[in-house]
């Protein structure tokens, strides 16, 4: 009994350390107090006509998967000791070259597909560029994508030439909106291409060689490490992934918004992977906590509209809930709890004996 | 010393980390105007009782006094407001500061307008001067000195504080002769004032040099404390091993005047090979099978000369033939792929990589060089790492620690292992035996030898010019960044030999040694 005992206290110790934990505690947290101003807010609708299934979560899930997409590769980037700032910009570009691209054509599967390829192969290369500037020229990774920040939002204005281009295909717009088995096929993608990423990097020893460069790239490189190739697929890999993340933003509405798609989402990217317990000092990571801390990032938003909270705010909102959660995280904070619990414990002990 | 109480006492410390006992029920004592060398195996706990005793770590059990009052420190910083300073194994200093700024960090010389900065490195520059590093340029970065020569750094910085106990740990593992001399000079001075010295080390020739007294560990248990006068050098290695000393001698020497005949093709030929400001055009040859020496003073040019073999800096002139073959190496990656490896004398900043497991650390050239797409199973890598754990007997023997929790020892000892994993046919070793006590370097020295009777070509370098002499076929002897000379090695070569040969240069050329 004691040591079932202590072998839960155990358990509940790794857990407790596992940043990720909290961040499932959050989400919780957010649900539950949506649910307090509305006890509906959970329910899920089922359509028979349709076979869709409705509802807040859903609508979570659909709003998560650009969320998901930049975060993983923030992930991966981040691991190498690096930072991507241009994802929110590689969105929009990759948004703006296929509606472009698309109100030019007749509205097929076959132009919905070749404008995909365009625009992903677009974005990946954006990627790459960053990654060449990292690798090959030796630029800090900050300074390289912000570069690249700058200038994508520019060339989406220029490929658009300053519009909000609206475009009309159905298949495309099924990515966004369609639905597979009662959920939002933008959601299934987003899984399936984070499993995939997952299993690529975790089943190979790309996830070894990544920490390593986090680590220590200076051992690494006299260990053999492949620097410059691994740095250069990561940043074309997270290019990649925006460009994936600015498909599903614009194919939902069909429409691109140059200033607005994407838009500092660089940000919620990498709170989502500092959230799922990746150090930004690089090394370690995780991308199953990136993708709760996506999930978060997703629920807070949904949260903050729900509960109507006013628009000028909302920053301050999700600052609140953010610096609660990294103090929730740190060590320090925790031990600073345990410390005066034990210290009351202890003084109750002492009046006892006394 | 004598009748003088103890300025440290530690009794009956017990530390303990997951899995090890690292300190069981130890005491120590140092006196004021000693020096005491602490003494055992890689993994005994010697770096365990400093950081015990300067608060690094938290004692489970046990008492510290210090000039008889109870105390506890809260770390290194603690430790030197009260007159201790230290310089722990891994050299910490600021990479990116001048040698000056690190050797002054947090006793600048103030005057009204902030720091003097003139005054602070008029001090700065005393202190260097009494370790013979007079001729620095204290505006220099850090980074950009040999690790011997920060090494020497880190010691004048704990000196700047002028501490009541001093504590060293292992400083002159990187050293070479002469640098020593100067250490031991300045340990006598400030021993002769009353200053208490701990000192850390694994060669017995120093020991016996510089020692008052001696505390030997074994698994992290108290073997005995004794005047160094008392104890031979067989009984002291036997208290350090707990076994006999004979079987340990039998290991090392058989390699003595061994010379190897060179036949055909030579596996590695490099012509003018070079690199400005660090090598002078030099010509290299190895043949398979055969060990080459690298022998010279600090600075002289070993390690850039094997770092140009190995791509770790890109050479600006000159051409390497590998295997007959006109070949560019121009990484590690490029020289890991033509079989080649490099264990790097830096093992803190070129060698492990702290936080990845030791299994993480000695698989990590082979995956390298296989490539990300293509991982090794689990199951190649557990027969990859029993294979290396057990030949090269790291303590403690558990794949999933993470490397910095071994001590500096069993850490070098599984670098060497990383390496040997790749199976090269070109192995470079700059100073392997860093911080690897007298039973490893015997067997580190025989598998050395035992590689080559296989057929591996050996680059070997230390600045033990004894275990130079004792392993290679041949030894170039460097200074100031060029060839000196070639010697076939025979009976009639021995340390002083090299010596001379450095020596003899000197005097018709007054070079700078640095
Ligand atoms: N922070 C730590 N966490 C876990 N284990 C540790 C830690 N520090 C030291 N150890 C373990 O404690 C033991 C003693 O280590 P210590 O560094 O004191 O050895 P040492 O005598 O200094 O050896 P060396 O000659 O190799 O430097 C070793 O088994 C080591 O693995
Ligand atoms: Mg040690």
Redesign the interface.
Known sequence: MTDLASRLAARRGTIVRNQAFWGVVAIVLLLAINVVSDPSYLSIGYNDETGRLSGNLIDILRAAAPILMIAVGMCLVVATGGIDLSVGSIMVVAGAVSMELLHGMDGTAGDAALTLAIALGIATALGAVNGILVSVVGLQPFISTLVMMLAGRGIAKVITGGQNTTADNDSFAWLANGYVLGLPVVFLLAIAIVVLVALLVR????G??L??IG??S?????????RRG?QLTVYSVSGLLAGIAGVFATASVMTVDVSRTGYLLELDAILAVVIGGTSLAG??FSIGGAVIGGLLIATLDKTVVFLGIPASATPAFKAVVIVVLSLLQSERVRSLFRHRRALRAQSQKEAVAA | MTGAPPIVEMKDISISFPGVKALDAVDFRLFPGEVHTLMGENGAGKSTIIKALTGVYKIDEGEILVAGEQRRFGGTADAQAAGIATVYQEVNLCANLSIGENVMLGHEVRGPLGINWKATHRAAAEVLSMLGLEHLDLRRPLGTLSLAVQQLVAISRAMVTKPKVLILDEPTSSLDATEVAHLFTIMRRLRDQGVAILFVTHFLDQVYLISDRVTVLRNGALVGEYPIRELDRTTLISKMIGKDFATLRSLGSERQSHHYEPRGEPLLRAEDLGRKGSSEPTDVELHRGEVLGLAGLLGSGRTELARLLYGADRPDSGTIWLRGKKTDIHSPTAALNQHIAFSSENRRDEGIIRDLTVRENLVLAVQAKRGWFRPLSRKEQDTLVRKYLTELNVRPADPERPMKYLSGGNQQKVLLGRWLATEPDLLILDEPTRGIDVGAKAEIQAAVAALAAKGVAVVFISSELEEVVRLSDRIIVMKDHRKLAELENGPHVTAETIVAVIADEGDDEEGEPE
């Not at chain 1, 089943?203 to 790309?206: D, E, I, Q």
């Open positions: 089943r190979s020893a790309l070894l060689m920490e390593a680590m220590d200076r051992a690494s490189r006299l260990a053999g490490v492949n691994l090394g370690k």
